[in-house]
């Protein structure tokens, strides 16, 4: 625990900065846990786009303390059937709702308990808007987690095997190399693949994408000012970039097209 007791606390929405959507969560968090941290991982994730979410959110939970809880909402099934839930894994919580956006961080951390948000007492009032659970429970839910109130408390026990999981295709070995697909697309422009630096240790490799092959290298500067470049980028993952410029760009190319790296 931190601060006076208090857990760190984490947000990812795709609510964007132009409206208040954003502030008024954190208002909500403050007036239930006024000592805690709250970090904005970023509100910048394409609307309903929640694979962009997963990725994000993934790639963001293992440089944050143990026992951060981590409220993230992406949630295009809002005021649906899908379920309201808060996960306790072996470093951290997750709070958000039952869609997938969960399941990158379930691929690195086993779960230790998970609940549907059923106690109304936890939530910001019993009558939530239809439309903005992240302000009516998810906030509300995330503060109680941040000053120790117990998982159990929150609502219903589910089975964890009943967790919705984010389709997303596998990274393959094929031959003397590997299948994969772009995973992600970032700010700048660059090609997150599925493939995992664990996988290319080998530091010889070219990967190919729609008709472009690329061999390996180490910096974004390796290749001249608008050349593209293949390499593990920071989050662990090979993508492909262009110097100073845009691959996504440049290829036009999407989320899900196919890459196939060999090694040498």
């Known amino acids: 625990m931190r601060r006076g007791g208090s857990r760190l606390l984490t947000l990812l929405t795709d609510f964007g900065l132009k409206d208040a959507y954003v502030g008024v969560m954190k208002g909500v968090i403050a007036d239930i846990n006024p000592t805690v941290q ?12 929640i694979a962009a979410g997963r990725f994000n959110l993934m790639n963001a939970v293992p440089f944050f303390p143990a026992g951060t809880v981590h409220v993230a909402v992406v949630d295009p099934g809002v005021g649906g059937r899908r379920r309201a839930i808060a996960l306790q894994t072996t470093r951290n919580f997750l709070v958000g709702p039952d869609n997938g956006l969960f399941s990158g961080v379930l691929e690195q951390e086993p779960i230790v308990a998970a609940v549907e948000l059923t ?37 219903e026990a589910i089975a964890p095997a009943s967790l919705i999981r984010l389709p997303i295709p596998p990274c393959e070995q094929e031959g ?10 970032d700010g700048f422009g660059n090609l997150i693949t599925n493939i995992p630096a664990q996988l290319v240790m080998n530091p010889t490799w070219v990967l190919q994408i729609h008709n472009h092959q690329l061999p390996r290298s180490t910096a974004y500067s390796a290749v001249p000012a608008g050349n593209l470049v293949a390499l593990v980028g920071s989050h662990g993952w090979v993508e492909v970039a262009v110097n100073a410029g845009n691959a996504q ?4 190319v999407a989320v899900g097209d196919p890459v196939q790296l060999q090694f040498g």
Do not use: K, M
């Open 38 to 49: 709250v970090v904005d991982l970023t509100h910048q994730i394409p609307p309903q786009d």
């Open 119 to 155: 106690n109304l007492f936890y939530w910001r009032t019993p009558d939530p808007s239809a439309t903005f659970h992240g302000r009516d429970i998810f906030a509300a839910v995330g503060a109680h987690l941040a000053r120790g109130v117990p998982l159990e408390n929150l609502g």
């Open 176 to 185: 003397n190399g590997l299948v994969g697909c772009i995973q992600y697309i």
């Open 249 to 252: 760009e440049q290829l036009g």
